[in-house]
């Protein structure tokens, strides 16, 4: 492995530091290039189709009023249906929204399913709210976005901050403000659903398992065993917790975690299912826990381990902290934990990243399967959809993982162009109207 020279080092400390918008657009840029875009289909996905930004009051527990911004922004469908993610966060703008957006254009095309890409959500901080309160603001944001959302046009589904339950309400509204003959018609308005209501057996495993299995199918393809491998993990919420899950399943080790509560180590192994108890009766919080050490927030990504899964937030692998990455793999379980500056220097190092549009993609896959569902009237068992599940990302890293190979790219180039190709080929076949 080589270490990144002092000058790579010191030009990108002297880069300003760029946004998710930066990030998504330098990405998408490079991959143009590499497979030749055609310069018109590059100007229209280089836009977003649509941006919703509604203001909307909601009636707090003590009677006050206040007024919240939400956000839903359709990058693209020339392939079929905006599909993407709604967060409950403070940093949620505009430009997190676009860029997140784009990202769901790439990762529905590259998983080769039938939908677009969109994103969204509102810009509060959910811990400051009682239960009855976020129902109110997520029903009332619901009929903010009106007709612009339907199981045909735009379907949102959980995402940071957001759950079963969110889908649930949002579910619910939707169904009620459609004629009475209407109304069982459009429960696929969102995916992501509790199973009482149309969700899917395995949903919220989905995006986990797709990452334990994309580090898999990577080892695999490198003749590397899990047995002993040291992992670490940033984000312990559904997608962290089930990727550790299967991983330790697997025999490999989960040796740090870290979430917006801190971090924790234990280099001889944390037993997954312990730490997830914990923090249950914790509120979410592994804080204490008596099976590990505290680590500074600031050096966690700098722990010896074989693999990191940042399963947070974006820009968190930057030119800051890549330089003392000890992983050899990085498994993108967020999106966009790596800034364009930070993957300069993992890949100067000989570090492998499995780009987010690929490794977390086992949780559209999951919505597409309960949007099928859903429209057809079925049901599928728990087993039916794992198999289904593999079957399909297997598909598409295989995809990823040979184009890198033969076309001697990095994995997030080799998706990139994958997916943009995939749409490129939709628009020169219909044309553009009139």
Request: with cysteine.
């Amino acid at each position: 492995m080589t270490i990144v020279t002092a000058d790579l080092k010191e030009a990108f400390k002297k880069a300003p530091i760029k946004g998710m918008m930066d990030n998504v657009m330098e990405q998408f840029n490079s991959a143009a290039d590499q497979i030749n875009l055609h310069p018109n289909i590059r100007k229209i996905l280089s836009i977003t189709n649509n941006e919703i930004i509604v203001n909307f009051p909601v009636k707090m527990d003590n009677g006050d009023v206040e007024i919240f911004t939400g956000y839903r922004v359709q990058h693209n469908n020339a392939l079929g249906p905006y599909k993407g993610g709604l967060r409950y966060h403070p940093t949620v703008d505009i430009d997190a929204a676009r860029a997140l957006a784009m990202w769901m254009t790439w990762k529905t095309s590259l998983a080769g399913l039938p939908y677009g890409g969109g994103k969204g959500g509102i810009k509060l901080d959910p811990t400051r709210y009682s239960k009855g309160e976020l129902e109110r603001i997520t029903r009332r944001f619901t009929f903010a976005l009106a007709d612009n959302i339907g199981p045909e046009h735009d379907i949102p589904a959980p995402d940071v901050n957001t759950n079963s339950q969110t889908m649930a309400w949002i579910a619910d509204t939707y169904m009620s403000t459609r004629p009475p003959a209407e109304r069982t018609a459009n429960q696929h308005v969102v995916t992501g659903k509790p199973d009482g209501i149309g969700g899917l057996e395995g949903r919220d495993r989905a995006t986990g398992y797709g990452v334990y299995l994309s580090i898999k199918f990577w080892a695999e393809k490198n003749n590397k065993s899990l047995e002993g491998t040291k992992f670490i993990v940033q984000g312990f919420g559904n997608v962290g917790y089930w990727a550790a899950h299967f991983l330790e399943k697997d025999g490999a080790k989960l040796v740090a975690v870290q979430d917006a509560f801190g971090s924790v180590q234990n280099q001889e192994g944390i037993n997954v299912e312990d730490l997830f108890k914990y923090s249950q009766i914790n509120d979410g919080s592994f804080g204490g826990f008596p099976n590990a050490k505290p680590v500074d927030k600031n050096k966690f990504f700098t722990l010896d381990c074989d693999i990191c899964i940042p399963a947070a937030l974006g820009n968190q692998i930057t030119i800051e902290n890549a330089p003392q990455i000890k992983a050899s793999l990085i498994a993108e379980g967020a999106n966009g934990p790596t800034n364009v500056e930070g993957e300069k220097v993992l890949l100067e190092r000989g570090i492998t990243i499995i780009p987010d549009i690929l490794c977390n993609s086992g949780g559209v896959v999951g919505s597409y399967f309960e949007w099928l569902q859903n429209r057809n009237g079925e049901l599928w068992q728990l087993d039916e959809v794992m198999v289904k599940l593999h079957k399909k990302m297997k598909e598409s890293f295989d995809k990823v993982y040979d184009y890198s190979k033969k076309e001697d790219v990095d994995m997030r180039t080799a998706a990139f162009c994958i997916a943009i190709e995939r749409i490129e080929k939709a628009y020169i076949q219909r044309g553009i109207f009139p």
